[in-house]
């Protein structure tokens, strides 16, 4: 079974998931590393949704979900070695712009009405 | 390919790999761990930028055996990812932590001296 989008770049298309039955302990050793390093940033963004979820601050929200956007990008790099595709490269770079994206709103959106009260209060003294 | 090739590829592979992700791990155990938002900010930053890195090199030398692109296609890739994480990672960072400090995010109470407070006469 052919994939669909096969037609379009014969080069590129993803083919079949990974060969279970790996002829070399080199080859053994890169599927089973690809598999414990999904666990791995599994359970690294369940912690991170720990803190996600009792941080105290804002910030510790935001900060939870700058690094769950990271890890996101591992998983996704993981994943592309694991189907043998570099499809998702692009969306590396697509997810590590909406991350930093976030963080600054998150930050702007923090700091906003400090901000203002500030440049109100030197408005007032006349010295701005 | 050549056999050997292949074998230090896959090797080279799985320790940048290994590298990535132990660090990821340690990002997200600061991140835990730690006891106020700087420090939780220090942490999972340095180690999440770092272990991005090594992950993405080890996807580039685990494709570079597959045969599926000219390697260095995703080698530019891998370059841009590496260096935006390392620039766009410590401004995000620091964005944070100037916008938790305004809003008066309570430090640690180890902490010896808050001299952005002190430039600030707050």
Known sequence: MMHPLTTLSAASAPTDPIVNTPDSWHAWMAIW????????ITIAMLICVYRLVRGPHLADRALAVDTMAIELIGLVILLAIKWRTTWFMDGVLVLSLLGFAGTV???QYIARPHLRRAREMTLTQGDG | MIASMEILLNILSVLFLAFGVFF???GALG?????DVY???HAATKGVTLGISGMVLGAAFSASHVG?????QIITTVTLVIMFQFVANPVGAHMLAKAAHLDGAPPWEGT?????REDAGR
Request: hydrophobic content about 55%; glycine content about 4%; aromatic content about 4%.
């Open chain 1, 33 to 40: 590393a690809v598999d414990v390093g999904i666990v791995c």
């Open chain 2, 24 to 26: 990821m791990m340690v």
């Open chain 2, 112 to 116: 010896q001296s808050d001299e952005l």
């Open chain 1, 105 to 107: 709103a998150m930050a």
């Open chain 2, 31 to 35: 991140l835990v761990r730690m006891p």
């Open chain 2, 68 to 72: 599926i692109v000219p390697p260095y």
């Open chain 2, 39 to 41: 420090h939780r900010m």
